[in-house]
């Protein structure tokens, strides 16, 4: 109850932003965003998310067509407000944001997969900064090089440097302001499709950079069709009932959501309504 509580006063001071932010595609992302975002309003929360990615529109799309599957069928589902953002200017989002910050607890952004300046921006403002990687060392790149015989690593990446040096901004407000401090979670996706030795050589280059740079390492999503099925629909793993016939393994994936929601630490609002029953309960 004392870690509930606390976490709950962390959203007094603004709804909690969280960016899911990876400069490579093929991730995983947005299926991440989506879902996380789903989680949080199946417990209650009230959820804006803002798409940078103005050419993609993934996270967008998804929740369009959730919101169209709800009018077709006449459902009501948990949800999220959802907009895109399509400017240059990082003052015209910041102004978006604080515009959204009355009416919600979270403001969830989704990325482009690539190098991109407001991505840069919105990630040194998060307050949880999601990055999801493969479980490759094309995907590693991202934050660190390896030595190629030793597989150790040899240098923080740029991005790595960039997100470093917000934190330690970020450490000195937190001081002087109350202001929370940046929470930096690498999500492991697809670890299923990795092979025994090179998954270790991962896990030891992860442990290592985490001690350097101060990320925390989380299990994500395993690679499945039925990310890829539901998209059309804007269902998620969540909304059972709303389905069909389900095999195990779509038991097993909604456990895997289930634990990195709870890896996440997220704050939840004292205030929130009564959470939704889902296969997610118990999910805070």
Sequence with gaps: MKRLAERAATLSNGPHRIVFANEKGGTGKSTTAVHVAVALAYQGARVATIDL??????????????????????????????????????????????????????????????????????????????TPLNDSFVDFDLIGQVDA???????????????????????????????????????????GYTEARNQRRIDQALTELSKRVGFRVASGL????????????????????????????HLVARQELRTLVAGLNLPMPSSAAQPVQAELDGVA
């Design 53 to 130: 990615d103005a050419r993609q529109r993934t996270m967008h799309r998804y929740f369009e067509n959730r919101a169209e599957t709800m009018k077709r069928r006449n459902i009501a589902l948990p949800s999220a407000s959802f907009g895109v953002y399509g400017h240059d200017s990082a003052a015209g989002l910041d102004d978006l944001t604080a515009q959204l910050s009355d009416g919600h607890d979270f403001i969830v952004f989704d990325t482009p997969g690539r190098d991109d300046p407001l991505a840069r921006h919105v990630a040194t403002q998060a307050d949880t900064l999601v």
């Design 149 to 191: 015989e030793t597989f150790k690593v040899r240098r923080l990446s740029f991005y790595a440097e960039l997100i470093w040096e917000a934190r330690k901004k970020r450490a000195m407000a937190t001081i002087q302001d109350a202001r929370r401090e940046m929470d930096w979670v690498v999500v492991r996706n697809r670890t």
């Design 222 to 249: 395993s690679e499945r069709v039925i990310y890829r099925e539901l998209f059309p629909s804007g269902l998620t793993l969540l909304d059972k009932g709303h389905l069909g016939e389900l095999g195990t393994s």
